[in-house]
């Protein structure tokens, strides 16, 4: 009789199941204790299902986004590209086209690309993803499927944080003019119209340049210049932070390599070179001006060392990101999601 009621109670333990919570399935920390940047969510238990746990939780995903500006899930076995869609959708929308294209980039699977296909030896500055554009998105996911021998980080910073360090005077001026933008497509430097516009149809190029109050200029050879003037600041409409939003610093030639630039110089007026960033009153940026606004992005930088796996969730306003050099192969993609203008 003893060793029946063993049996009994041995057999009714092992079917009991424990149960957790959706929020035990997971727990949030930071990669170091002074680093706030990005906030580490990773699964408390074995096989947690990310898409599955993000579908249940996507309000708890959108405060803690909202609060810190980027989250970084890691441990969740993410490997496919089909995953990575999965988990974008659940929680941000349907994916974004990416269109009115500064990047290199090749469209892999719906609207999944990969990180931007710039030589493997050379920085990508912090910046904004479309903050060159009066229309971006929120939202945009970065996950990688294969870590570089070497280097390779997707630096980040807190665009709130980079604003307080500008100087007022410089802060002052920026938001009194904005930033035109004057790019030159055709000469086979930079991307062809054809690639920016996703189009070879000239009047669906200037029907978006309307739309977006772009100045467009045909020129010989099927070239193509176009202006426009951009927010430098803007406000999240999430936070209501003040937050630096521009890429000034990116697109004035100077951020380019010091041999580069030089040649460029050589080989064109400064109105015809493939990109440059002006005062929105068409006055050039002083040099001193772009090195404080770059120091001030150095200032706020956050960097880890990718993970295969990891997914990288930023708010696009919140958080700028950017790219380190590296060594040997990279696979990184990139999703972007919920789109926002500033005529809204």
């Known amino acids: 009789m003893s060793q029946k009621m063993s049996l009994k109670s041995l057999s009714q333990g092992r079917r009991k199941m424990v149960t957790l919570s959706e929020g035990e399935l997971v727990t949030t920390g930071y990669l170091q204790p002074a680093q706030r940047l990005p906030l580490v969510m990773q699964p408390a238990v074995r096989d947690v ?42 929680t941000s929308g349907q994916l974004l086209q990416y269109t009115y294209r500064s990047t290199p980039r090749t469209q892999i699977s719906g609207n999944i690309y990969t990180s931007t296909e710039y030589p493997a030896n050379q920085s990508i500055p912090l910046h904004n993803e479309m903050s060159y554009a009066r229309n971006w998105p929120l939202r945009i996911c970065f996950c990688c499927l294969e870590t570089a021998a070497e280097g390779g980080e997707t630096p980040i910073a807190d665009s709130a944080k980079v604003f307080e360090r500008i100087s007022p005077e410089i802060r002052k001026l920026f938001m009194k003019t904005g930033v035109m933008y004057v790019r030159n497509y055709g000469d086979g430097v930079d991307l062809p119209w054809q690639k920016v516009f996703g189009t070879t149809n000239k009047s669906d190029v200037e029907a978006y340049c309307r ?5 467009f200029e045909w020129k010989s050879g099927n070239r193509l210049r176009t202006r426009q003037t951009c927010q430098a600041m803007a406000t999240h409409p999430g936070t209501g932070k003040s ?24 080989a064109f007026e400064e109105d015809d070179l493939p990109r440059n960033a002006l005062l929105g009153d068409g006055s050039p940026i002083d040099s ?10 150095s200032e706020e930088e956050s960097v880890f060392a990718w993970q ?16 380190k050099p590296y060594a040997g192969a990279r696979r990184v993609v990139v999703g972007m999601a919920q789109p926002f203008s500033i005529r809204n």
């Open 243 to 266: 937050i630096w939003f521009n890429q000034a610093h990116l697109f004035h030639a100077s951020s380019l390599q010091q041999e580069v630039y030089k040649s460029l110089s050589e």
């Open 288 to 297: 001193d001006v772009l090195n404080h606004i770059r120091q001030a992005y």
């Open 211 to 215: 739309e977006v109050g772009m100045e």
């Open 308 to 323: 295969e796996g990891d997914v990288l969730m930023l708010d696009n306003m919140l958080v700028a990101h950017g790219r």
């Open 49 to 90: 299902n990310l898409f599955e746990w993000a579908t249940n939780n996507r309000e708890v995903v959108e405060t803690q986004l909202l609060s810190h500006g980027a989250i970084l899930f890691r441990g969740f076995k993410i490997s496919t590209i089909v995953d990575f869609e999965r988990f974008i959708t659940a």
